[in-house]
């Protein structure tokens, strides 16, 4: 619907990411608001961009997550024909119904420059921000640069005789320029809507799904145009082995060896000639060849293959369905076999080699004794650290366990080198919960946590097979030693590499003759 002065109110819809609806309005002169409504259920974060009928941005506004809901731009527009662009902030999820007004406000506020064709600005990303250059007058003596958030209201951010100037910029962040020259007509270029080069991706991991499959991950940036991977072996180069499209966040490398280490790394092209590089991960694929034989006196030998001597191999059975693997030991990284002498006659086993390595390389600034999982009394005071607790946790009574780890900030629990409790991240004081079962004796155990600034906190808690929430008894834990790192992290800084390998079957009939071998087969269709 519009107005007798211009106005305009409308609702539409953005349906897919990176869709644009563009609206003309026949403006009667004044300060106008353009806002953009959605409701609070939405992914929509709107963007409205308003050009003059010569395509001149003359007004631009984003929403941010913080009152995400309405964003609005006041301007003081000429009478004459415009148009309004209504876009999403982000390329993924961008998708919502929203409510378009362009109403007649108040407000002290200059009408825009009138562009030279004769000054043209342009810009490319830098490592740093952008680069900018535009066309020299032979009347201008100087150049002043302007930068604006809204395309309204401009900020002098520097005076140059050259036609070209480096700003530094935040990764991925947009900006508004224009340049004014100092010459007798004052004349001013085009603005310009920029954006810095997106970042390097952050939280890159790189996990072992099978022997011939790596899976790589990581979170994605805003503004980039796609990802290239690259992969190490031996420490050698990296080299490219396959790209991913602009806002994926990883990719399956099945091209890989079992039982082998690699490296990975992520580049995000921001453009042919621009690139940013990730931190590389540590990775392997799953152990190979492994093969589960029935034994004479009724135990099962496993064996396997693989290539890296330092890693531990957690060795796990099931004989319910695919979740309820169990470990019933553990190796370390230079043995390739493991005898299971709990095998039941006339069960069916399953069984599965899970290798976990530490590729974190911290240099340790304390270590001690301690007897409970809780932050010692000398570090209440401390901020920007790191603890792990390490030691062993005796099982009475075999069965399923709950645990429960509360943080401020991360924390996560492994028993036997799995993942029990996953609790990282910077937060405040939450609890975090996770099931595993576990059979009698002891099981090696270790509390990773760490803490940025602020309020901390650590304790550990479980229930389950008799025993009511409480936090975990210190008498059933032994060998119990903390080790201290320093440092500032935004997650813990521990990382492992884990690989897991095919799924084996051994069939153990009932009343089989002593003598007889039989060789385990890959168990189809069990992850």
Known sequence: MTGSEGELAIDGTIGRPKEADVFRFDWKGGVAEVACQTNGF????????????GETLVGYARATRIGRERTAVKM????????VAVTGSDDVGEV???HLDVATTSGN???????SRSLVLKGTQSETGVQLSWSELPNSKSYTLEKSADAVNYQAIATTEVPRFGANVDPSHLVVYRVRADAPDHLASAPLLISAAAPAVTHLQAFGSSPRCITVEWGDVLRDRGYRIERSQDDGPFAAIGTAVENACGYRDTNVAPGTKYAYRVATVNSPTQETYSESVAAMSGVGDLVATLQADGTVALTWKAGYSKARFLIERAVGGPESFVPVGAVSGDVRRFVDRKAVAGEEPRYRVVALENVTDLPEVKKGTIDRVRLPGWLQNEDFFALRITGQINIERAGKRHFYLTSDDGSRLFLDGALVVNNDERHPERTVSGTVELAAGLHEFEVQYFQSEGDKKLALLWAGMGVTYSEVPREILSSLQYHLYKGHWPRLPFDRSCAISDVVRVKTPANAPASKTFFATPAQNIQ
Do not use: F, Q
């Open 42 to 53: 939405t992914t929509l974060d709107p963007v409205v961009s308003v050009y003059d009928s």
């Open 76 to 83: 003081n527009l000429p009478a004459g024909l415009y148009y």
């Open 96 to 98: 919502a119904t929203y």
């Open 109 to 115: 506020i200059a009408p825009p420059l009138r562009s």
